[in-house]
Structure formats: C-alpha cells, structure tokens
C-alpha cells in the first residue's frame, strides 16, 4: 500500500523531518511505499486567493498547485502529517495547504439547499505533532482537547477521513528525540496493520 507523508517544517534538519523520514524507513520495512511531500522545500503557497475562493463559491477549476496536491492524495491509501506545534495549532503552512486542498467539491460536497457529503471515507489519517511543552502543560490548559477537536474532528471527520493515529510527540527539546524517533518508526511499520494508536 502507499503512503503520502506531507512534513510541515522550513528546517531539513529539524526533529521533524527526522520523525517523517522514521515514519518512512517503517513503511519501507513493512514492504509498503511512500511518498515524502515537504511542503517548505517544494515551495507550496499557503495563501488563500481569490482563485481559491471562486472554487469554494462557484466549483471553478482549482489551481494547478491544489490539483497536483489532490492527485498525490488521490495516489494514497494513507496520508500522514507531521508537524511541529506552533500556538497550540499546526504552522500556518500546514494550514494553508489544508484550507487550499480540502475544497469543496473534491473533500467535500455541499450547497445551500444540500447537507455535507464527505468525500474522503476511503483515507485513513495519521497525525503526528511535536511541541517543545511536556504532557502536563497540555493537559492543564486543555490543549490536547482542543487540538483534537480543531483537527482530528473539525478537518478530517467533517470530510470522512478516518484518523487512526493522532499523536503528540511532547517535550521535543528535553532529551526525548530518540523515543519519538523509535515511535514513528513503529507508527510507520504499523500503519497499514492496524486500527488505531492511541493519541
């Protein structure tokens, strides 16, 4: 099965694109291939146009940039996301490739006389997100909640896609690379042989 991993990160040498490439070498290990699409290095714009708001208005055609986007999902059995923690949310990059791909008409399919269809039952989700801040901090400010409910529901659910690992790598600064590290690579071997990791 095929995989593509989108890492969210300026820095090709960061934690990030090491905890993508472990998610890789795991996939490879299981016997399965993956595509790597690093969104800083490949210059993707995060920005909103005016282009992008006639697709969501009036179904025009989606920009060149968005349909090679959608094609490589469309290519994938999976789709995995890592990215680093910015404000307690993912990097405006990340985000602006959400609000650019995930239109309507292809995530989803609604109108003002028509209820939302989700378009992307067939993908399974893989998140993996990691912040400088240790466990209890984001307990205690109910952040882990938040996250969950902005994300795992407010963009995948809401589009049909089943998340099956949503997981918070924490306290990235204090000596935990190497755990993280063996975790994507676990997440990876894993990800086409079971249901759910838990987040």
Same mark, same amino acid.
């Given at each position: ?122 993908? +399974?989700? =893989? &998140? ?9 901090? @984001? $307990? %205690?400010?109910?952040? /882990? ?32 690379? +190497?755990? =993280? &590290? ?9 990800? @086409? $042989? %079971?249901?759910?990791? /838990?987040?």
């Amino acid at each position: 099965m095929h995989a593509l991993i989108v890492v969210a990160h300026h820095d090709p040498q960061s934690l990030t694109h090491s905890v993508a490439a472990e998610v890789g070498a795991g996939l490879t290990a299981s016997g399965h291939t993956f595509e790597m699409a690093d969104l800083a290095a490949e210059g993707f714009d995060p920005r909103y146009s005016a282009a992008d708001h006639s697709v969501h208005r009036t179904r025009a055609v989606p920009p060149a940039d968005v349909l090679a986007e959608q094609a490589r999902i469309d290519r994938a059995d999976a789709l995995v996301l890592v990215f680093p923690i910015y404000w307690w949310s993912m990097p405006a990059l990340l985000k602006g490739w959400v609000d650019r791909v995930f239109v309507n008409g292809w995530a989803i399919d609604y109108g003002p006389d028509t209820p939302v269809q989700k378009k992307l039952r067939h993908l +399974q989700v =893989h &998140l993996l997100a990691l912040g400088g801040a240790d466990d209890s901090a @984001f $307990e %205690r400010h109910g952040y /882990a909640k938040a996250m969950n409910t902005q994300i795992d529901y407010g963009i995948f659910d809401y589009c049909g896609a089943r998340v099956l690992t949503s997981q918070l790598l924490l306290d990235s600064e204090s000596g935990t690379a +190497q755990a =993280h &590290l063996h975790k994507a690579r676990a997440v990876g071997q894993g990800l @086409f $042989e %079971r249901e759910a990791v /838990a987040g």
